[in-house]
C-alpha cells in the first residue's frame, strides 16, 4: 500500500500510544470486544486483496517485481503489516506491506507516472469491488436466508463478519485515496496536475507526509472518511434490496 520516508520508530511510538488507547476501550467494552472480533476476517480480505491488485496492475503492466517477491499470492501472510493490520482493526483504516514495484519496466505505452496511478489505484478500486460483491451477499442472505440471519446466533455472527468486511473495504479504499503521501491518491492525482504543481508537489512531499500525520492522529482522517463510508455502504445496500428486492 505504501511505505514511509520518514523516522518509523518515532511513528511506531505515536501509533502505539493511540492503538493502547483505542484497545482499553475494547477491553472494558465486551460488545466493542466482539465487534473486533468479528472484523478480523474482512481485515484479512481486504489487505490481502489490496496488496495483490497492486502487485497484478504492475505485473500487468509488465513489471515481475511483486511476482518474483511473491507478492502475486492471496495469502494474507504474504500481505500483512502488524502495526497497519491492528490500525484497521482497531480503527477502522491502516495499510499492508507495501507491494514493491519498478516502474520503469512498464509497458512504453504509456508514461510511468499513469503507469504508477494506474497501479496506485488498482488497491483501493479492488477494496470498492469487494464491499459490493459482499454487500450483494449480504443482500441475498437477507432475501433466501432471512431467519437464519435474524434467529440464530450463528446467522448473526455471519451477517455481523459480512458487513464488517462491508465497511472495512469501503474505508481501506477511501482512506487510501485522500491525496496525501504516501497514500495511493498521492500518486493517482499527478497524472492530472500541471506542470508546476506537479513540481512543487514532489519538492515538498515531506511536508505532505506530516500533513498526513497530523490528520491521522487528530481524527480528521476519520471525519473526511466517516461519511463516505456511510455513503458508498447506503448506496451499495439499496442497489442489493433493489436487486433482490427486499
Keep these: 500500500m505504501f511505505g514511509f520516508s520518514f523516522d518509523r520508530r518515532t511513528l511506531t511510538i505515536i501509533i502505539g500510544i493511540l492503538l493502547g488507547v483505542t484497545l482499553l476501550r475494547y477491553i472494558s467494552n465486551p460488545n466493542?470486544?466482539?465487534?473486533?472480533?468479528?472484523?478480523?476476517?474482512?481485515?484479512?480480505v481486504a489487505i490481502t486483496f489490496h496488496e495483490f491488485a497492486h502487485g497484478l496492475a504492475a505485473y500487468k503492466l509488465g513489471d515481475n517485481t511483486a511476482k518474483d517477491e511473491g507478492r502475486l499470492s492471496l495469502n494474507p501472510m504474504d500481505h500483512l503489516d502488524p502495526?497497519?493490520?491492528?490500525?484497521?482493526?482497531?480503527?477502522?483504516?491502516?495499510?499492508?506491506?507495501?507491494?514493491?514495484?519498478?516502474?520503469?519496466?512498464?509497458?512504453?505505452?504509456?508514461?510511468?507516472?499513469?503507469?504508477?496511478?494506474?497501479?496506485?489505484?488498482?488497491?483501493?478500486?479492488?477494496?470498492?469491488?469487494?464491499?459490493?460483491?459482499?454487500?450483494?451477499?449480504?443482500?441475498?442472505?437477507?432475501?433466501?436466508?432471512?431467519?437464519f440471519i435474524s434467529g440464530?446466533?450463528?446467522?448473526?455472527?455471519?451477517?455481523?463478519?459480512?458487513?464488517?468486511?462491508?465497511?472495512?473495504?469501503i474505508g481501506l479504499g477511501v482512506f487510501n485515496l485522500i491525496p496525501l503521501p504516501p497514500l495511493d491518491g498521492s500518486k493517482i492525482i499527478k497524472p492530472f496536475l500541471p506542470y508546476k504543481a506537479k513540481e512543487w508537489f514532489e519538492n515538498n512531499e515531506q511536508i505532505f507526509y506530516i500533513v498526513f500525520i497530523v490528520i491521522w492522529i487528530s481524527?480528521?482522517?476519520?471525519?473526511?472518511?466517516?461519511?463516505?463510508?456511510?455513503?458508498i455502504s447506503s448506496l451499495f445496500l439499496n442497489l442489493g434490496s433493489t436487486i433482490f428486492g427486499l
Design 219 to 231: 481524527g480528521i482522517a476519520g471525519e473526511i472518511i466517516t461519511p463516505a463510508i456511510s455513503g
Design 83 to 147: 502495526i497497519g493490520t491492528v490500525m484497521l482493526l482497531v480503527a477502522g483504516f491502516g495499510w499492508g506491506k507495501p507491494v514493491h514495484v519498478n516502474p520503469t519496466n512498464y509497458t512504453r505505452k504509456m508514461s510511468m507516472e499513469k503507469g504508477e496511478a494506474i497501479v496506485s489505484a488498482a488497491g483501493p478500486i479492488m477494496n470498492i469491488i469487494l464491499a459490493l460483491i459482499f454487500t450483494l451477499i449480504y443482500s441475498a442472505l437477507y432475501k433466501f436466508a432471512g431467519a
Design 152 to 169: 440464530s446466533t450463528v446467522g448473526y455472527v455471519v451477517a455481523g463478519i459480512i458487513g464488517s468486511a462491508i465497511t472495512i473495504n
Design 32 to 44: 466493542m470486544l466482539i465487534g473486533l472480533l468479528m472484523s478480523a476476517p474482512g481485515v484479512l
